[in-house]
């Protein structure tokens, strides 16, 4: 029986776009679904500068019907279940579709829910995360009159690993200008052991720190927050040790609870919140069932086939990939995932295509400043030749700031949308 689709993709954010487009301009007789149930779509990597101020939240919505390929079927529903053995996909609305292909890309879920206090935390004026609403960040950042300034990041994996540190970088920059970066201690606590993972980009950031004055707290994994009392909690993270003793007064009031747990008291208090993959990820067959990557994706980390199920593919933030989950890593997966589908629809086999693990992130570190992270599997450096040979990307740049700023929007919506780069 003649599938309803040749390609089912499910998620219409930058993956599922990229996807669609890419696949409709190579063969405008695919017949394509796309199972995307929101109107609007977000450019998410500009959340970081419209919580510093200096763009524009309403530059970073557009129409998803302006970006969904003429001759593409936007199915205006949410995908809810899967039936791999049938090639089936049934939606919340009470619909199934089947498909010859299928392309998984429903992103990441915020789950505020995973930590106590964080939902009651958030409907108060003191904390924040560029991640739900960036426009609150400036708010709070606007409002704050010195004190403890904390900045976060979780222990899950997250979108833009790199963002939680480049709200700390700019808001240390927006409170000198406003005054109160004297009377402030602006702390970045994370649950790993240093700042970035990748050996060449660290030194230039670990500089940053220190010119800037932030204190680094390192295998702090926050826990719990309790907004009235306003102080959060973190669980000491060190590998091999279960107690911890602080051994530095920084003027932070911090003290232990137990053996390992750390109460800091918080003026403004910025997070990423934990994340997961969807629910109707997690509890669907196609997610792992067990092991450390449990309710991610299965795909495997190069050909991004699905493990057990031959004609489904996955990318984006819902896949379980050992690398970091950004727009610029899904540019690099797109390319791969197309070249599969078309070839197996052609012949049943796999392209020569792989995906190395690609990902960049763009840290910006001060309104001008930006240094471009690249790298991919295993933490190596991956830097685009020409700019390596143009500039030490290894240190902030102001070309690399209006590279994030002007460039890369730009391209965005005019290029990796449309399916041309
Ligand atoms: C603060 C912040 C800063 C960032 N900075 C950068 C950066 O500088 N550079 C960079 O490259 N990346 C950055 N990112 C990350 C980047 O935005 C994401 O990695 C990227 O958007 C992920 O694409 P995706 O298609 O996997 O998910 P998304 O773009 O989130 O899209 C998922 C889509 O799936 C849809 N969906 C959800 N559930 C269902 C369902 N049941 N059925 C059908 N559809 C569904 C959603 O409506 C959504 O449209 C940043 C992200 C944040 C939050």
Redesign the pocket.
């Known amino acids: 029986m003649a599938k309803d689709y040749d390609v089912l993709i499910?998620?219409?954010?930058?993956?599922?776009?990229?996807t669609a487009a890419q696949l409709h301009r190579k063969d405008k007789q695919l017949r394509i679904g796309l199972?995307?149930?929101?109107a609007k779509?977000?450019?998410?990597?500009?959340?970081?500068l419209v919580?510093a101020g200096t763009f524009d939240m309403k530059d970073t919505i557009r129409n998803?019907g302006d970006y969904v390929p003429k001759g593409v079927d936007w199915?205006k529903?949410?995908?809810?279940t899967f039936e791999p053995e049938k090639d089936t996909v049934r939606?919340?609305e009470g619909q199934s579709y089947t498909y010859g292909h299928l392309v998984v890309?429903?992103?990441?879920?915020?789950d505020i829910d995973a930590m106590p206090g964080l939902r009651e935390a958030l409907a108060t004026d003191f904390v924040c995360?560029?991640?739900i609403d960036?426009e609150k960040t400036l708010r709070v950042l606007k409002a704050f009159k010195g004190g403890n300034a904390v900045f976060t990041q979780p222990s899950t994996p997250?979108?833009?690993g790199?963002?939680p540190q480049?709200?700390a970088y700019m808001s240390d920059e927006f409170l000198r200008k406003s005054g109160v970066r004297d009377k402030t201690n602006l702390v970045y606590a994370t649950p790993g052991s240093v700042i970035f993972g990748v050996k060449e980009f660290a030194p230039a950031l670990m500089d940053v720190i220190h010119k800037k004055g932030i204190i680094l707290k390192t295998f702090y994994n926050p826990v719990r927050i309790d907004p009235v009392k306003k102080e959060i909690h973190f669980k000491w993270s060190k590998p091999g040790e279960n107690s911890c003793v602080l051994t530095e007064d920084q003027g932070l009031k911090e003290k232990v609870e137990g053996e390992s747990t750390i109460v800091m008291p918080y003026d403004m208090l910025h997070l990423?919140p934990p994340q997961s993959a969807?629910d109707?990820?997690k509890q669907s067959p196609l997610a792992y069932q067990e092991g450390p990557s449990k309710g991610w994706l299965e795909v495997d980390i190069n050909s991004l086939q699905h493990k057990r199920y031959a004609n489904i593919f996955g990318?984006?933030?819902?896949?379980a990939l050992p690398t970091?989950?950004?727009?610029?890593?899904?540019?690099k997966q797109v390319p791969v995932v197309v070249a599969n589908v078309l070839q197996r629809i052609k012949d049943g086999l796999l392209s020569k295509e792989q995906y190395s693990g690609y990902?960049?992130?763009?840290l910006?570190t001060g309104y001008g400043k930006m240094l471009l992270a690249e790298f991919k599997y295993d933490n190596v450096r991956d830097s685009d030749p020409l700019l390596r040979r143009l500039f030490d990307t290894t240190k902030p740049l102001w070309s690399m700031w209006i590279l994030?700023k002007y460039g890369?929007p730009w391209l965005y919506w005019n290029k990796m949308l449309r399916g041309t780069m």
């Open positions: 499910i998620g219409g954010g930058t993956a599922g776009l990229m199972i995307e149930p929101s779509h977000h450019y998410q990597p500009a959340y970081t919580a998803e199915i529903e949410h995908a809810a939606t919340s890309c429903p992103g990441i879920k915020l995360s560029n991640y960036p997250i979108k833009c790199g963002a480049k709200a990423a969807p109707f990820i990318l984006g933030d819902v896949a970091a989950k950004t727009g610029a890593a899904i540019r990902s960049s992130c763009p910006v994030k890369l």
